[in-house]
């Protein structure tokens, strides 16, 4: 019964996210960076002093912490998806390469590979970001240089399997090009695999933002990004707790989402690893996977990093 | 076996070869670090005696070499700040750290695990439902966010618990919780998924035929042979508390290696930062190292190739 719904909740979260990012300028009240400093720290609607203008109340600027979540949805979509989608394409060109040809060539990336995924990410964004001075690009392209190794490993794996097969071999002997193989046969293959990994990263994505804006090292003031937004929060615990809950709530609610799609997409898209993690429902699917990955040593490693998400 | 540990080992190095290198890299695009270092009376004849004094007049390569020396030597240079040895500053603030992330793999263990066990155990019923959805949290919850809501919850509204800084027991138990939530989630997912299998085993189903007592069964035959994956992989994952630290440390101003970081980078106090780096990098990826030698040697399948 749980584990049946999961799709819906995440389908209905994520639905609503991108409504909120997409349609920010239409839906939030009030302006996410300018503030009436005369209405600072206004209570939620609820409570004794609420004020229906501010639903969720305003922050030590008078801002309005509900339209603030709102376009911060556009932030946190915005660093994921790009970041994602760099770190992929990369990734994923160098596991083609890498599994196809095999040899030295394999030999020299998988190395490079196994380096970049043995790094510890969150300190070493930390301080790339805080050098490179904090911009939006700079989060964007860090998150990024310490997202492909797991996109490599990942697909080089699959193309070293689908190379094995009887159609790859026909291609070869029916006298196509590396690339065009690569193109037609290995990379349509890849796709569902590369649709699970990329999901499970989203909100890993969003919670490195979160961190790397909540520590003052990533997105720079006065952007509505929920870590900055928790940050501010953090003098006014306890006189204005809901500076800090809501955009937390937001960025829970969204994580867990991507995750449990994530995990339901695996199930249901990828044969491969739904071996690892075949079991009836969702929750229980993802028990297995690092019990199954535990199995190689080098994978351990990498499933580690994936599961553990550096304790952020 | 002796081949696969030679590469592992050789590969440890490569990577902290590589952080060294990201580390040198940034320190050398912060700017000029004579400016840092000297009096802003400083003549140019000053500027140019610490610039050959520290080595930044040679070429690049050369600066790279000495660099790299010196951290094998153990000298990371001095604070820009208090002019003290780096060292000592790492050397003060890594009891805290150390003390946070032992109790917080403590915590995980005496919560993931019997909750796991529990859970795999009696299947499908509320107690059940409720850990797995304390797990599924586990891995979507923001941990400064989680940090800020349990001082709100205990320190401010309930005031139980002090809010931050380190003290006595108490003032361990919302970091400690905090850092090690993540985890305690992990392994309470292993320990259930483990139990499950090792339960629908034929041997379980043997040792009740022979009337074994359920708790002998669950404890002697079922634990016991369960917790082999979750042992490996907690380890592993009890690595990861050394990136976490920034953050836990930061949210409960706990005075540990990763605040020292994080306000090292405030005051651009650059020699630190270099330092705490590369210490919790050396650290990690050591840690690693183990993780998988002992991993390797655990398992047979591994320990007998190319034997």
């Not at chain 1, 394409?89 to 160098?94: A, D, N, R």
């Not at chain 1, 196509?176 to 037609?184: K, T």
């Not at chain 1, 229980?284 to 580690?304: C, H, I, K, Y």
Request: hydrophobic share 55%.
């Amino acid at each position: 019964m749980l584990g049946r719904n999961l799709p819906w909740f995440s389908g209905a979260v994520l639905v609503a996210l991108v409504l909120c990012a997409v349609f920010a300028a239409v839906l939030a009240p009030q302006s996410p960076t300018e503030g009436d400093i005369t209405a600072k720290l206004i209570p939620p609607i609820w409570m004794e002093r609420g004020d229906p203008a501010h639903p969720l109340g305003t922050d030590r600027f008078g801002r309005d912490v509900l339209s603030r979540i709102i376009y911060g949805s556009r932030i946190s979509l915005l660093v994921s998806l790009i970041a994602i989608g760099v770190a992929g394409t990369f990734g994923t060109l160098l596991g083609l390469i890498s599994g196809y040809r095999g040899g030295v060539t394999d030999a020299l990336l998988m190395r490079l590979t196994d380096i970049g995924l043995s790094l510890p990410t969150i300190l070493i964004a930390v301080v790339l970001v805080a050098v490179s001075e904090p911009s939006f690009r700079n989060v964007i392209l860090i998150t990024a240089l310490l997202l492909w190794p797991r996109f490599a490993r990942q697909v080089r794996g699959e193309t070293l399997a689908i190379k094995e097969q009887d159609f790859v071999a026909l291609a070869v002997v029916a006298g196509r090009s590396s690339a065009w193989i690569i193109r037609r046969h290995i990379f349509p293959n890849v796709v569902p695999t590369l649709l699970v990994i990329s999901t499970l990263q989203v909100g890993y994505v969003i919670l490195l933002e979160g961190t790397l804006s909540f520590l003052g090292v990533g997105v720079p003031p006065p952007n509505p990004a929920w870590g900055l937004m928790i940050a501010d929060g953090r003098g006014f615990l306890a006189t204005a707790w809901w500076i800090s809950l809501f955009p937390g709530l937001a960025m829970l609610l969204t994580v867990l989402a991507v995750n449990l799609l994530g995990d339901w997409l695996r199930d249901h898209l990828d044969p491969k690893l739904r071996q690892l993690g075949g079991r009836a429902t969702t929750l229980e699917s993802a028990d297995a996977v690092p019990v199954g990955a535990a199995g190689v040593p080098a994978r351990g490693a990498a499933a580690a990093s994936n599961i553990a998400a550096d304790g952020s | 076996m002796a081949r696969h540990l030679v590469g592992r080992i050789l590969q440890t190095l490569l990577s902290m070869l590589v952080v060294i290198s990201i580390v040198f890299v940034l320190t050398r695009m912060s700017g000029n670090p004579i400016q840092l270092l000297l009096d802003v009376n400083a003549t140019e004849r000053d500027q140019q005696i610490l610039t050959h004094y520290l080595g930044l007049d040679q070429p690049m390569p050369v600066q790279y070499a000495i660099y790299v020396k010196n951290i094998f030597l153990g000298d990371f240079g001095k604070s820009i700040l208090t002019r003290r040895p780096v060292v000592e500053h790492i050397w003060e603030r890594l009891p805290a750290t150390a003390e946070l992330g032992l109790v917080a793999m403590a915590m995980s263990v005496l919560i993931g695990v019997p909750l796991g066990m529990y859970s795999a155990v009696h299947r499908g019923t509320a107690l059940d439902t409720g850990a797995r959805i304390f797990a599924v949290l586990g891995q979507s919850m923001p941990a400064f966010w989680l940090g800020l809501m349990l001082i709100l919850l205990f320190g401010v509204v309930l005031g139980v618990l002090p809010a931050g800084g380190r003290g006595g027991a108490l003032n361990l138990i919302l970091p400690a919780f905090t850092l090690g939530y993540f985890t305690s989630a992990a392994i309470l997912r292993l320990t259930r998924s483990a139990m499950l299998e090792v339960l629908g085993s034929d041997y379980i189903k043997f040792a009740r035929l022979k009337g074994l007592s359920e708790q002998v069964v669950l404890w002697k035959h079922g634990l016991k042979n369960a917790l082999l994956p979750v042992v490996t992989f907690a380890v592993m994952l009890f690595v990861q508390f050394l990136g976490g630290a920034v953050v836990t440390e930061t949210v409960f101003a706990w005075p540990g290696l990763g605040r020292l970081i994080l306000e090292s980078i405030t005051t651009r106090d650059y020699p630190i930062v270099q330092a705490g780096v590369l210490v919790l990098s050396a650290l990690y990826l050591t840690g690693n190292l183990c993780v998988d030698v002992l991993y390797s040697y655990l398992n047979p399948r591994i320990r007998h190739a190319r034997a």
